[in-house]
Protein backbone atom coordinates (compact mmCIF):
# COMPACT_ATOMS: atom_id res chain seq x y z
CA UNK A 1 0.00 0.00 0.00
CA UNK A 2 1.14 3.29 -0.56
CA UNK A 3 -0.06 6.60 1.48
CA UNK A 4 -0.12 10.43 0.15
CA UNK A 5 -0.25 13.41 1.86
CA UNK A 6 -0.58 16.41 1.16
CA UNK A 7 0.23 19.86 2.40
CA UNK A 8 0.48 23.71 1.71
CA UNK A 9 -3.34 24.67 1.27
CA UNK A 10 -4.22 28.07 2.66
CA UNK A 11 -5.61 31.51 2.19
CA UNK A 12 -3.92 33.24 -0.40
CA UNK A 13 -5.36 36.75 -2.75
CA UNK A 14 -5.88 36.70 -6.03
CA UNK A 15 -2.50 36.80 -8.11
CA UNK A 16 -0.76 35.40 -5.47
CA UNK A 17 1.57 32.32 -4.41
CA UNK A 18 1.19 28.66 -2.85
CA UNK A 19 3.11 25.35 -3.34
CA UNK A 20 1.63 22.24 -2.66
CA UNK A 21 3.47 19.02 -2.07
CA UNK A 22 2.67 15.45 -1.69
CA UNK A 23 4.44 13.13 0.61
CA UNK A 24 4.39 9.77 -0.32
CA UNK A 25 5.22 6.56 1.83
CA UNK A 26 4.40 2.88 2.12
CA UNK A 27 5.26 0.80 -0.64
CA UNK A 28 6.54 3.66 -2.81
CA UNK A 29 8.86 1.63 -5.07
CA UNK A 30 5.38 0.86 -7.26
CA UNK A 31 4.64 4.92 -7.94
CA UNK A 32 4.89 5.65 -11.37
CA UNK A 33 3.30 8.64 -13.03
CA UNK A 34 1.62 11.28 -10.28
CA UNK A 35 -1.23 13.81 -10.83
CA UNK A 36 -3.01 16.61 -8.89
CA UNK A 37 -6.85 16.66 -9.36
CA UNK A 38 -9.22 19.69 -7.86
CA UNK A 39 -12.03 19.48 -7.17
CA UNK A 40 -14.57 23.06 -6.32
CA UNK A 41 -17.94 22.21 -4.18
CA UNK A 42 -20.80 21.27 -6.50
CA UNK A 43 -18.28 20.39 -8.79
CA UNK A 44 -16.57 17.15 -10.44
CA UNK A 45 -12.96 16.39 -9.77
CA UNK A 46 -11.15 18.00 -12.66
CA UNK A 47 -7.65 16.92 -14.08
CA UNK A 48 -4.54 20.09 -13.08
CA UNK A 49 -1.38 18.60 -14.22
CA UNK A 50 0.63 15.04 -14.14
CA UNK A 51 4.30 14.16 -13.91
CA UNK A 52 6.16 11.07 -15.23
CA UNK A 53 7.96 9.20 -12.85
CA UNK A 54 11.39 10.44 -13.96
CA UNK A 55 9.89 14.20 -13.85
CA UNK A 56 11.10 14.92 -17.23
CA UNK A 57 7.83 15.10 -18.51
CA UNK A 58 5.26 17.58 -17.44
CA UNK A 59 1.40 17.49 -18.99
CA UNK A 60 -1.37 20.44 -17.95
CA UNK A 61 -5.45 21.41 -17.89
CA UNK A 62 -5.38 23.99 -20.34
CA UNK A 63 -6.97 26.45 -17.33
CA UNK A 64 -3.91 25.94 -15.06
CA UNK A 65 -0.84 25.92 -18.36
CA UNK A 66 1.45 29.25 -17.90
CA UNK A 67 0.78 29.29 -14.36
CA UNK A 68 1.50 25.26 -12.36
CA UNK A 69 4.14 23.87 -12.67
CA UNK A 70 4.15 19.98 -11.47
CA UNK A 71 7.89 18.52 -10.71
CA UNK A 72 8.79 15.41 -8.17
CA UNK A 73 11.96 14.12 -6.00
CA UNK A 74 11.99 10.44 -6.29
CA UNK A 75 14.77 10.97 -3.50
CA UNK A 76 11.98 12.72 -1.17
CA UNK A 77 9.32 10.70 -2.67
CA UNK A 78 7.21 13.93 -3.32
CA UNK A 79 5.40 15.54 -5.68
CA UNK A 80 4.86 19.56 -5.68
CA UNK A 81 2.65 21.85 -7.83
CA UNK A 82 3.75 25.75 -7.59
CA UNK A 83 0.61 27.91 -8.12
CA UNK A 84 1.16 31.25 -9.55
CA UNK A 85 -1.04 34.16 -10.07
CA UNK A 86 -3.68 31.92 -8.15
CA UNK A 87 -7.95 33.02 -9.51
CA UNK A 88 -10.49 32.65 -7.31
CA UNK A 89 -11.64 30.05 -9.82
CA UNK A 90 -9.03 27.75 -8.76
CA UNK A 91 -10.29 27.87 -5.64
CA UNK A 92 -10.71 24.01 -4.50
CA UNK A 93 -9.49 21.03 -2.84
CA UNK A 94 -6.54 19.85 -4.07
CA UNK A 95 -5.95 15.88 -3.78
CA UNK A 96 -2.48 14.02 -5.24
CA UNK A 97 -2.70 11.41 -7.01
CA UNK A 98 -0.12 8.05 -7.76
CA UNK A 99 -0.16 5.68 -10.24
CA UNK A 100 1.01 2.22 -10.40
CA UNK A 101 2.41 2.18 -14.25
CA UNK A 102 4.65 4.60 -16.24
CA UNK A 103 1.69 5.19 -18.50
CA UNK A 104 2.01 8.91 -19.10
CA UNK A 105 -0.05 11.34 -18.95
CA UNK A 106 -2.07 10.76 -16.14
CA UNK A 107 -5.31 12.47 -16.49
CA UNK A 108 -8.23 10.51 -15.46
CA UNK A 109 -9.12 9.32 -11.89
CA UNK A 110 -9.41 6.21 -12.65
CA UNK A 111 -5.63 6.18 -13.43
CA UNK A 112 -4.73 6.62 -10.03
CA UNK A 113 -4.39 4.03 -7.43
CA UNK A 114 -3.75 6.06 -4.69
CA UNK A 115 -5.27 8.93 -3.51
CA UNK A 116 -4.24 11.49 -0.29
CA UNK A 117 -6.70 13.23 1.85
CA UNK A 118 -6.99 16.59 0.01
CA UNK A 119 -5.46 20.38 1.11
CA UNK A 120 -7.96 23.27 0.75
CA UNK A 121 -6.89 26.39 -1.51
CA UNK A 122 -9.00 29.04 -1.01
CA UNK A 123 -8.20 32.11 -3.51
CA UNK A 124 -10.37 35.61 -2.41
CA UNK A 125 -10.78 38.28 -5.14
Known amino acids: QVQLAESGGGLVQAGGSLRLSCVAS????????MVWFRQAPGKEREFVATVAWSGGSAYYADSVKGRFTVSRDNAKNTVYLQMNSLKPEDTAVYYC??????????????????WGQGTQVTVSS
Open 97 to 114: GAGETFRFPLTTPGGAAY
Open 26 to 33: GRTFGIGS
